[in-house]
């Protein structure tokens, strides 16, 4: 275990030194990525000027959703959907070799070198929202509501995981067909929404198939008060190993097929 937090510290002091080593392009990209994300919200209040929004949320309700979802999102970035970021370009440039070359498991390896330095950025403004919007709403804070908010998080993180692993398992066979990534990228958008919005077959796809509303939807839910029913928790924890269980087996065939073939 010692060998692998050695290598996960290291790992990230030197993307952390790489990171700050660029100051004006990091402040750039620190601003660009603020202002794209304050964009949101600000588009939010003049849709709440002029109707009355979406059916059952007020508007800074609106903002702890897509606070919550940026978090969620930026987490995973950061830790399990980084396997797919960090080693893509491996596997484009005939490299992913230096993995198998390790002395450790593919799969730890892989998840311990995928941290990026660039999500602290996301993970910082999300959480700016998020207290924003609690201090507006005024709500009474429940442990439970808490509780269930941060394992929620923590469940959407094994679902990317599941998602991360499909599409490695995909880009092994097809490591320069990267623009998949674009479908994936507009469908993490519908976190951003209530799923009270959508139609049943919709709310069934975004809660069992691509199960992004664990990562903001329900949460949210849970910590404003809006759901009571703690018995589905049960249910998505269900879901969240399952898609565990996929993204493992998603890369350990992946990676059989890519050393089978002579990758």
């Known amino acids: 275990m010692n060998k692998y937090i050695d290598v996960l510290v290291r790992h990230i002091l030197m993307d952390f030194s790489e990171f700050f080593s660029h100051k004006q392009a990091t402040f750039f990209q620190f601003f660009a990525d603020f202002f794209e994300f304050f964009l949101q919200p600000l588009l939010l209040y003049f849709i709440y000027n002029i109707s009355s929004g979406f059916q ?4 800074n309700e609106m903002f702890f959703l897509i606070a919550t979802a ?10 399990v959907l ?3 970021f960090s080693n893509l370009w491996r596997l484009k440039s005939g490299n992913f070799h230096q993995v198998l070359l390790k002395p ?3 799969i730890i390896y892989m998840i311990i070198g995928s941290f990026n330095a660039y999500w602290i950025m996301d993970i910082t403004s999300g959480f700016l929202l998020l207290i924003y919007s609690i201090i507006k709403l005024k709500i009474q804070i429940t442990l439970l509501g808490t509780l269930s908010y941060f394992y929620l998080i ?6 990317y995981y599941g998602i991360a ?9 097809n490591p320069r067909s990267e623009n998949i990534l674009d479908i994936f990228w507009t469908a993490s958008r519908f976190s951003n929404y209530p799923l009270n919005i959508f139609p049943n077959v919709i709310k069934f ?10 990562s903001s939807y329900y949460p949210a839910s849970y910590f404003l008060s809006k759901s009571a029913d703690y018995s589905l928790i049960i249910v998505f924890s269900i879901i969240g190993l399952a898609f565990a269980i996929i993204g493992s087996y998603a890369i350990k065939d992946g990676v059989k097929n890519h050393v089978s073939f002579g990758g």
């Open 56 to 59: 059952g949320w007020e508007i």
């Open 70 to 79: 940026r978090i969620s999102l930026s987490l995973a970035g950061s830790s």
């Open 82 to 84: 980084g396997i797919v």
């Open 104 to 106: 450790f498991n593919t």
């Open 154 to 159: 923590f469940i959407s993180l094994l679902c």
């Open 165 to 173: 692993g499909i599409l490695m398992n995909f880009f092994f066979k």
């Open 205 to 214: 796809i975004l809660t069992f198939i691509f199960p992004i509303a664990l």
